[in-house]
């Protein structure tokens, strides 16, 4: 009862000190929502502005109404420690009085309740929206009632973008594009089809060579706009996962004249988000894709796609674990996937937690071998099955939910000569020691 009279004090000072600064600087703001993708195109947008305009992203996948605040005033989250909360309000305090501040900050805009984005939004005021994705069973559900709750709350960022502003649909979600009948100004669009505003197309897996194995290295693709053409490559990364974040960014940039090219080039050193879709060294010359950030429904269907597309002489293991808060569409959206696993020619299906049960058990009711299904209540004995079976060339995705915290077999299966503290998520003392 304490901490959580703590946290709203806390948030109402950060979010009375955030609005002072906006009033004070004034910076154009880039409003991100969706289900799946929010943190990647934010990077992403981030990584193709930053050469060109004097701009800021939250950190990490800060975008509740306590993270925007601390992205706006420049602070990190101070986790369960009441000094150094008290230390942010005293330096938040002076922010206002500065001289110098971003011109433009890049924030996410999260949903876990009811009525969360009109409570940030309406002080934002963004100058551009970005809706990424709002598949038919999104995260958060069960807070909501129904999943069209949910992305009727998503789209209502829209209400808040000022008129001279500009709206950014992903034309591959018919959802999200439908909502360009929502806004009456400028409208750009991205995504797969030749028709959007920003496309990609002849996506690829690129290869590498590795003590005589080949193994996965990243994607390549083009990426066009108003004729124009440009080949394009993320290493250590798969999946249109992260293709579109890419090509949303773009979107945006062209919204505010930023040179294309300009665009394309600053991507050579884009340093990808953790635990989404990244390749990692495993032991034993195997690779790992570490998606361990977090799992909805349609991130995980992705997520085995690509792992279904990979070619490889070794084995396919997939550690699947439970989709959390999507309430009484559990059952059925676990099992959705163990039927995608046994089509996908995967060799060894491991699952983790309650929910992840019915991920098994669909795939054996759906044909694949018993044997080469195993279930486990928790992460902590499944290192041990996957290092058993990790050869040369195999080839492992890990993912599931924040809760079920797979990002601990992830540390215990790529190469002992990596910094894990660099590669993996929720590597921070708070998260550490739960």
């Avoid at 609005?19 to 929502?33: D, E």
Wanted: hydrophobic share 40%; charged share 25%.
């Amino acid at each position: 009862m304490i901490k959580e009279i703590f946290k709203k004090i806390i948030i109402a000072i950060l979010t009375l000190e955030s609005k002072a600064v906006l009033f004070r600087f004034k910076p154009k703001i880039i409003a991100i929502t969706g289900n799946v993708g929010k943190t990647s195109t934010k990077d992403a947008i981030f990584t193709a502005l930053s050469n060109n305009l004097k701009i800021r992203k939250n950190q990490k996948s800060f975008n509740s109404e306590i993270g925007t605040p601390l992205t706006i005033l420049g602070l990190e989250n101070a986790w369960n420690d009441p000094f150094l909360w008290i230390k942010n309000i005293f330096i938040g305090a002076c922010v206002p009085f500065k001289n110098k501040y971003p011109e433009w900050l890049v924030l996410e805009v999260g949903v876990d309740r009811p009525g969360d984005i009109p409570r940030v939004a309406k002080w934002l005021k963004p100058n551009v929206v970005v809706i990424t994705s709002l598949p038919k069973i999104p995260v958060h559900v069960e807070y909501f009632s129904s999943p069209d709750a949910v992305i009727k709350e998503k789209l209502s960022l829209i209400n808040f973008l000022k008129k001279d502003g500009t709206l950014i649909l992903n034309a591959d979600d018919p959802l999200v594009f439908a909502a360009k009948e929502k806004f009456d100004g400028n409208v750009l669009t991205y995504g797969s089809d030749s028709t959007a505003t920003v496309s990609y197309s002849n996506k690829n897996i690129i290869y590498m060579e590795n003590d005589g194995v080949q193994l996965p290295a990243g994607i390549s693709f083009k990426i066009s706009h108003s004729g124009n053409s440009v080949p394009m490559s993320l290493p250590k990364v798969l999946g249109v996962q992260h293709i579109l974040p890419v090509v949303a960014s773009i979107a945006v940039g062209i919204s505010q004249n930023v040179p294309f090219l300009d665009m394309v080039n600053s991507f050579a050193k884009f340093d990808p988000p953790k635990g989404r879709m990244n390749l990692i060294l495993g032991k034993n010359n195997s690779i790992v894709i570490d998606d361990t950030y977090n799992a909805a429904p349609l991130a995980m269907q992705k997520a085995v796609e690509v792992l279904a597309e990979i070619e490889t002489n070794g084995n396919k293991i997939a550690v699947l674990g439970d989709m959390l808060e999507i309430g009484q569409y559990s059952a059925s959206e676990h099992k959705k996937i163990g039927e995608q696993v046994e089509k996908s020619k995967i060799n060894l299906l491991i699952t983790v937690g309650i929910r992840a049960r019915s991920i098994a058990e669909s795939a054996i009711e759906s044909g694949m071998d018993q044997n080469s299904v195993y279930h486990f209540k928790d992460f902590k004995d499944v290192s041990t099955l996957v290092l058993s079976n990790l050869k040369p060339s195999t080839v492992v995705l890990v993912k599931g939910s924040q809760g079920i915290r797979l990002e601990k077999v992830v540390e215990d299966l790529i190469s002992e000569d990596l910094n894990k503290t660099d590669l993996l998520v929720r590597q921070e003392k708070d998260w550490k020691n739960r």
